[in-house]
């Protein structure tokens, strides 16, 4: 490991150890990635179950408990399977829930208390056992501040009660996560302006299963660059060193078409042409190359043709310097359809900074 490696690891567990991640309050959740890492391992058969709890300081709840989770163990089989079906929204969120609280005049921002939605996977069926985190930029501070997590129901309904001090917003974004399955996170704006302090969402959010890789070579020597390969051709260029949370071995993604339902992120954004969830999800930290990207030419464009490439933004996900807000679905480089035209490759210098969801249109 090179000694730029490990003092940039060292002075990153400083600042996170120090910062909580932009949150310090006890009833915050913290707000790394690293509720994800425990539980989700390479399952053989059943695979590895859901995590229980909270778990304060992870904020996803970790947990290891088998047999009875959604892991997929290393082979093809895809949680979300079949045709959507419609939507069947529980009455729960037919309704604000109610509450006590009376808008502060004081509060320069939205003034919010509670918030209700509802979480379902591809298929449109409930996720019980998944968390909702609301990601709050607070009013007039503008510091982010990620809340203790709310935990989804036998319907897929969950409830976020904020605290007291956290209520004046200037804008909320919500993170969906399942811990130990292999689904993504999802991150999605709620619509905040004017709504009060009660609000209830009936449109669901959607957490996207994931599948293996089709070549994951073994982490070996840890500081050592290799290429993982999924079944969609998609490429990355990874060191399992980098991986924050040590994901490497649980490395999944699924290609997601662009017009499924649930991408909320998509709103008043282009469409792009092609794009990808991860799980689970993990920042990468800064390496000896770049996390570079190809993918099959699917779309006939000519050789030498410049893509942008897009990412969600999500926690701790940061691109030269610069942190991409979550929920944001923002470019971080280009890529080249290479001279055969068979790929699409990340031009020199671009690396993917987090997974998350990956995507890319063209110019």
């Not at 069947?88 to 509060?107: E, I, K, R």
């Not at 610069?322 to 020199?348: C, K, L, N, Q, Y």
Request: proline share 9%; with cysteine; hydrophobic share 35%.
């Amino acid at each position: 490991m090179s000694p730029s490696r490990l003092l940039w690891a060292a002075l990153l567990a400083a600042a996170l150890i120090a910062t909580g991640c932009t949150t310090s309050t006890d009833d915050a959740a913290d707000t790394g990635v690293g509720g994800e890492g425990e539980g989700e391992g390479e399952g053989e058969g059943e695979g590895e179950g859901e995590g229980e709890g909270e778990g304060e300081g992870e904020g996803e709840g970790e947990g290891e408990g088998e047999g009875e989770g959604e892991g997929e163990g290393e082979g093809e089989f895809d949680l979300d399977e079949g045709e959507p079906q419609p939507y069947q929204t529980p009455a729960a969120v037919m309704m604000d829930p109610a509450t006590d609280a009376q808008p502060d005049p004081a509060c320069g921002g939205e003034y919010v208390a509670t918030l209700r939605g509802w979480l379902v996977d591809r298929i449109g069926r409930p996720v019980p056992g998944a968390f909702a985190q609301a990601c709050i930029t607070l009013s007039p501070s503008g510091m982010l501040k990620c809340i203790r997590p709310a935990n989804a129901d036998a319907d897929g309904v969950f409830t976020i009660n904020v605290p007291d001090g956290d209520r004046c917003a200037e804008s909320i974004v919500l993170r969906a996560i399942l811990p130990g399955t292999p689904r993504a996170s999802m991150f999605c704006d709620f619509d905040i302006a004017g709504a009060g302090p009660s609000m209830s969402f009936a449109e669901p959010y959607v957490l996207y299963a994931t599948h293996p890789p089709r070549s994951r070579p073994e982490p070996g020597d840890i500081n050592a660059r290799r290429t993982v390969v999924f079944s969609s051709g998609l490429e990355i260029d990874l060191t399992p060193f980098d991986f924050n949370n040590a994901g490497y071995g649980a490395l999944r993604a699924r290609k997601v078409d662009p017009t499924e339902r649930g991408l909320c992120f998509l709103e008043g954004t282009p469409v792009p042409d092609a794009m990808w969830a991860f799980s689970p999800e993990d920042y990468l930290l800064p390496g000896d190359g770049p996390n570079a990207v190809r993918f099959p030419n699917e779309d006939g464009l000519e050789p030498g043709e410049t893509v942008d490439l897009y990412l969600l933004g999500g926690l701790e996900c940061n691109v030269d310097g610069r942190h991409i807000r979550e929920g944001e679905w923002a470019t971080f480089g280009t890529a080249t359809v290479s001279d055969d035209g068979a790929m699409v490759v990340s031009d020199p210098g671009v690396s993917l900074p987090c997974l998350t969801w990956l995507g890319y249109r063209a110019r």
